[in-house]
């Protein structure tokens, strides 16, 4: 029910004064940060909450960090209320423990008004280099959470305003580049300092108790019109499933993610029954990680464009089944949990596929291609950089998907080839389109990226992340499934060899690594394509002459121009060959249903 003491007015101008507060501590965070992970590629978060650690702003940043922060925040909270200061700082990375994968280490700061925490300011960085038995603190192999680095239980970091020196020794002394930690850490609280002081002039104006009301009634109304949302949904009960290539340990066994969306009036109940027993490897995902996509899943089929806060997850309830990829016990390790949250939108959104119809895109690519270079400079300084490669969207009802992007929960940014060459020993040979690695459709899909690195000096410890090895994005209602990604290496002068989706591997001077990230998915008969449509892929280089003979029905002349009469005969032969289609998803190998 509104709230009648609260105007509407002024509601909307804090919101957004809000939110631009938010923005400006990710800007801060970005431009003050020290390793390319936050610098370039804008792995971090920022986002500010009340006092009983609801959101109530972020920034436009990670989506994979939707439900990190308020999950870190309200476990501060319950440890900390009552004994905070203004001038206090709270860290956390573990994610047994309020926290997520361990290189993501979050500070929180309260904002003190009247002698009591009126609201917190809290921001979440990715660290180079956290620790553990691999540079960059990222071990595809790791079987439990003591090999992935150090675990920072919630401490204060910095008690009314005075620093934990004992804290940033024990960090300094954990980590390959204590320098970089410091550097980052200093990032993120320049971004903290931000969001305190800009907050604590909006307080001073409006006053505490006013501030509140206007909060509770921002979250309510969040609430509301996602329920508005829901309740437009059919009802019913849609489950869907979908895999991972492996668990980094076992590479035989697909881990399977299934959900079950149950929709009821405006709730949304979300069933993870039936998804793999908890894995040996390191894709388990923590609780923080997995509400994170489940926070993504549901605002981007309710109200995307709507305010982001805690108050637009509350018709949300989730079973998790104890002790699976999708709820560990620890020690359980947890690192790579960014693809098991990929794969987890992927099935969500794919369940929702079936409870609206018309309204869903097919499959993006499905993974965040990160490989960690790490070695020594030519002072003999030990150096770590962090690479990502984009994949394709997948294509929707009524467009096609978008080319070279991080797509669902991940929102990295480019690593520019500059940047790269300029500070580390390495060379980006190549940096393109990857010609048909879209799924075909009425609406194809954006195509992904093939990006090929050589070492140039000494000796290099390269991990690398990525999936979609074994089982392709799923196209919709006729649309194709995008191929399989594929990663190689090139030692010196002998040819590629196919390497698994995850691995630590040596590298000398003179190899290369070359990853090609599949795009989306196809929606729709790809036959019914318009040609002039296809006819400018091919003359882009993105789609070839034979795909858009085999996949589109579409006959080029050796001028490129379309032979009309050839394509009429050849979509004929390729529709009789194919007969009616009955289905709705198309899993490539894995098949149709």
């Known amino acids: 029910m509104h709230n009648d003491a609260v105007d509407p007015i002024t509601l909307e101008v804090l919101r957004n004064r809000l939110e631009a507060i938010a923005q400006e501590m990710q800007d801060a965070l970005v431009r003050s940060a020290y390793s390319n992970i936050i610098k370039e590629g804008h792995d971090c978060s920022a986002a500010l909450f009340d006092s009983g650690g609801e959101v109530i702003a972020q920034a436009t940043a990670l989506p994979a960090q939707l439900g990190v922060l308020p999950t870190a925040v309200k476990r501060m909270v319950a440890i900390f209320e009552g004994k905070l200061s203004d001038g206090d700082v709270l860290a956390v990375n573990d994610p047994y423990d309020g926290g997520t994968h361990l290189p993501d280490i979050c500070l929180i700061a309260p904002i003190v008004k009247d002698g ?22 990222l071990p595809t192999d790791s079987t439990d959470i003591f090999q992935e680095g150090l675990r920072i239980p919630p401490i204060k970091l910095y008690d009314k305003g005075a620093r934990n020196e004992t804290a940033f020794a024990f960090i300094a002394r954990n980590v390959r580049l204590p320098k970089i930690t410091a550097g980052d850490l200093g990032a993120q609280l320049a971004s903290l300092h931000v969001g305190r ?16 009301a206007y909060m509770v009634e921002l979250l309510d109304r969040a609430e509301r019109v996602t329920r508005q949302f ?31 969306v149950s929709v009821k009036g405006s709730d949304l109940n979300i069933d993870f029954t039936g998804s793999s027993p908890q894995l040996n490897g390191p894709l388990n995902a923590d609780r923080a990680a997995l509400m994170s996509a489940v926070f993504f899943a549901v605002k981007s089929v309710t109200d995307p464009m709507g305010p982001t806060n805690g108050g637009s997850f509350r018709p949300i309830k989730l079973i998790l089944p104890e002790a699976s990829v999708v709820n560990p016990k620890a020690p359980a390790p947890v690192n790579a949990r960014t693809h098991t949250m990929k794969r987890i939108v992927d099935t969500l959104l794919g369940a929702m596929v079936q409870a609206m119809p018309g309204r869903v895109p097919a499959a993006p690519c499905g993974s965040v291609r990160v490989a960690i270079f790490s070695g020594l400079d030519d002072s003999g300084e030990p150096y770590m950089c962090s690479d990502f490669s984009t994949g394709g969207t997948g294509g929707q009802p009524q ?10 929960i991940a929102n990295t940014m480019n690593m520019p080839a500059e940047s790269l060459e300029l500070n580390y020993p390495i060379r980006v040979v190549s940096y393109r389109l990857w010609e048909d690695s879209a799924g ?3 609406q194809r899909g954006g195509f992904g990226v093939e990006r090929e690195i050589e070492i140039l000096r000494g000796q290099v410890t390269m991990t690398l992340r990525e999936d979609r090895h074994r089982t392709q994005p799923w196209g919709l209602y006729g649309g194709r499934p995008a191929p ?16 698994p989706s995850k691995g630590v591997y040596r590298l000398t001077a003179g190899d290369r690594v070359r990853c090609r990230v599949s795009g989306g998915a196809g929606y729709g008969d790809p036959l019914e394509r318009d040609s002039v449509n296809v006819r400018e892929d091919v003359i882009d280089r993105k789609v070839s002459v034979e795909a858009a003979r085999e996949s589109y029905g579409v006959i080029l002349r050796p001028d490129l121009a379309i032979d009309i009469a050839a394509t009429d005969v050849q979509r004929a032969k390729l529709g009789e060959a194919r007969g009616k289609i009955s289905w709705t998803f198309d899993r490539g190998e894995l098949g149709v249903q």
Do not use: N, W
């Not at 002081?197 to 509140?212: M, N, P, V």
């Not at 076992?250 to 993610?257: A, E, K, M, N, W």
């Not at 467009?399 to 669902?408: F, I, K, N, P, Q």
């Open 230 to 260: 829901i309740a437009m949904i059919k009802p019913g009960e849609y489950s869907f499933e979908d895999y991972l290539d492996d668990d980094g340990i076992d590479r035989q066994t697909l881990v399977r993610i299934r959900a079950t």
């Open 197 to 212: 002081t800009r907050l604590a002039s909006l307080l001073d104006e409006h006053g505490a108790q006013s501030f509140r």
């Open 440 to 442: 075909a459709g009425r």
């Open 116 to 137: 009591a925490v009126a609201a917190y300011a809290a921001c979440i960085a990715h660290h180079q280099d956290i620790g553990g038995k691999t540079p960059g603190s």
């Open 484 to 499: 399989l990604a594929i990663a190689e290496i090139k030692r010196g002068a002998g040819g590629y060899e196919k390497i």
């Open 399 to 408: 467009r096609d998907g978008v080319d070279s992007l991080e797509t669902d």
